[in-house]
């Protein structure tokens, strides 16, 4: 059964057709990249994945439930582009951003869970950040706050992990060594990844799927999928 499934799916805000007639899968331990270039729907449809809008047309499905059904949000985990930026903001470790992922996964007023250190040790042994742990994450530099946030994410146990172009601030010559990191998660985790990026030439060689968002799709309709 796919994690996720949409079929025919399109969406309009008032006056633009920021998606046309989309249909793809993503099965478990998959590694989609989602490409195209600005303004060809690309931040549109992971709010739809996401729950944030409701396609126009279409259909949209969750872990086999129609989207509207399904409940367990968590099960998709999230880093926006925008996260790093908003972090360095206040003072924490790198340790306290980790478990702060699994604050909602619990509840507000529940405890923390007394192996919380050791999940965070394990996430961030993942991400290849094991020796930042007490370090303070606004002395990271962009790319290790980006795997803070991957890690944080992970803490909760996505099945999907959604990443909205997390390579965006970092430095060219760890871009290579960020993706080497997604790939390891994904083949050796059998974690389930949907990366959106413009870095088609540095993901090629690392994904399972490709979905092309074209701009021409505002007018005519047009996507493909393949393996590569
Ligand atoms: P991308 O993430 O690939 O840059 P978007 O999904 O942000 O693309 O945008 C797709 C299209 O929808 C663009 O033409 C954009 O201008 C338009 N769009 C995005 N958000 C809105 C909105 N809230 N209201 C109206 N049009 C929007
Ligand atoms: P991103 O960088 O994540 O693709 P953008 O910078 O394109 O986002 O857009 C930022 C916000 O503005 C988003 O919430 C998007 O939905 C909204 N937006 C984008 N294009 C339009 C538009 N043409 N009209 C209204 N809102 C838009």
New binding site residues.
């Given amino acids: 059964k796919p994690l996720i499934e949409l079929k025919n799916v399109s969406f309009q805000?008032e006056n633009?057709h920021a998606l046309n007639n989309i249909s793809f899968k993503v099965d478990e331990g998959d590694f989609l990249a989602i490409i195209g270039p600005?303004g060809s729907g690309?931040?549109t449809l992971l709010k739809l994945i996401l729950g944030l809008e409701k396609p126009t047309a279409g259909e949209i499905k969750l872990f086999g439930l129609a989207s509207n059904q399904f409940r367990d949000r968590e099960l998709i985990g999230y880093v926006s582009?925008k996260s790093n930026a908003f972090n360095s903001a206040f003072p924490a470790t790198v340790e306290e951003v980790v478990k702060s992922g699994l604050v909602k996964k619990l509840g507000f007023f529940k405890q923390i869970p007394k192996d919380a250190s050791k999940k965070a040790e394990e996430v961030l042994k993942a991400v290849g950040l094991e020796n930042l742990a007490k370090r303070n994450i606004g002395q990271l530099s962009g790319g290790q706050q980006q795997r803070v946030f991957i890690a944080r994410a992970l803490i909760a146990e996505p099945k999907v992990l959604i990443l909205?172009e997390p390579t965006v601030g970092i430095d060219h010559e760890n871009v290579q060594s960020f993706y080497d990191m997604l790939a390891r998660l994904n083949r050796e985790q059998n974690q389930t990844i949907i990366l959106v990026t413009h870095d088609v030439d540095t993901v090629s060689n690392r994904i399972s799927h490709v979905a092309c968002l074209n701009q021409t799709i505002h007018f005519h309709g047009y996507k493909e999928e393949f393996d590569t």
Avoid: C, R
């Fill in positions: 805000y633009t600005n690309k931040s582009q909205d």
